[in-house]
T-cell receptor, first 117, second 111 residues
Framework: NAGVTQTPKFQVLKTGQSMTLQCAQDMNHEYMSWYRQDPGMGLRLIHYSVGAGITDQGEVPNGYNVSRSTTEDFPLRLLSAAPSQTSVYFC????????????????FGPGTRLTVL | KQEVTQIPAALSVPEGENLVLNCSFTDSAIYNLQWFRQDPGKGLTSLLLIQSSQREQTSGRLNASLDKSSGRSTLYIAASQPGDSATYLCAVEKGNTPLVFGKGTRLSVIA
């Protein structure tokens, strides 16, 4: 059981380039999300998904796209990288309590450190 | 909009001391509250999750309490050790909305 995995661990991009940050979980969790963490700003939600085929925007979605074609994978796409997207990106997953709206404990991946020049 | 505040932002204590970290939130209608630990350059590790119907949870030297009506939670660490040095984050969940995080308390335990 690998938990939540993220690739790559580090990435340097030039302004305008595009790339995909990968996230996968092997716990059969319905809920997955992407956060970015910046000094002084804390963790901010980018996008999230409550199940395959369902995604929604978080607090800071601009410049990012997501899709959820399988339960296991939730990739985050940067369409045209900007220096403001330099950050550490975390993926998380959780399962919903049976018959309830609330979620169980959330598990985080190790993060991807992205620098945009 | 839910806001989560953690005080203090940084804390330095000598080894062996008992300490309390504070977390407050503006909307008391939460479903659960979760405490995380983050080591430098690493991801988040879940420490404790308190459901809205509970008042506290314990794991080893850690005890987390929740007072929904006042919008407060505390994380108590007993007999602190240098290995406890890390940033501690609290986050609250309300229904289908994802976790809202505080900015964390950076703890240093000095040997």
């Amino acid at each position: 059981n690998a938990g939540v995995t993220q690739t790559p661990k580090f990435q340097v991009l030039k302004t305008g380039q595009s790339m995909t940050l990968q996230c996968a979980q092997d716990m059969n969790h319905e809920y997955m999300s992407w956060y970015r963490q910046d000094p002084g700003m804390g963790l901010r939600l980018i996008h999230y998904s409550v199940g395959a085929g369902i995604t929604d925007q978080g607090e800071v979605p601009n410049g990012y796209n997501v899709s959820r074609s399988t339960t296991e994978d939730f990739p985050l796409r940067l369409l045209s990288a900007a220096p403001s997207q330099t950050s550490v990106y975390f993926c998380a997953s959780s399962t919903r309590r049976l018959g309830q709206r609330r979620y169980n404990e959330q598990f985080f991946g190790p993060g991807t450190r992205l620098t945009v020049l | 909009k839910q806001e989560v505040t953690q005080i203090p932002a940084a804390l330095s204590v000598p080894e062996g001391e008992n300490l309390v970290l504070n977390c407050s939130f503006t909307d008391s209608a939460i479903y659960n509250l979760q405490w995380f630990r983050q080591d430098p350059g690493k991801g988040l590790t879940s420490l404790l999750l308190i459901q809205s119907s509970q008042r506290e949870q314990t794991s080893g030297r850690l005890n987390a309490s929740l007072d929904k009506s006042s919008g407060r939670s505390t994380l108590y660490i007993a007999a602190s050790q240098p290995g406890d040095s890390a940033t501690y984050l609290c986050a609250v969940e309300k229904g289908n909305t994802p976790l809202v995080f505080g900015k964390g308390t950076r703890l240093s335990v000095i040997a």
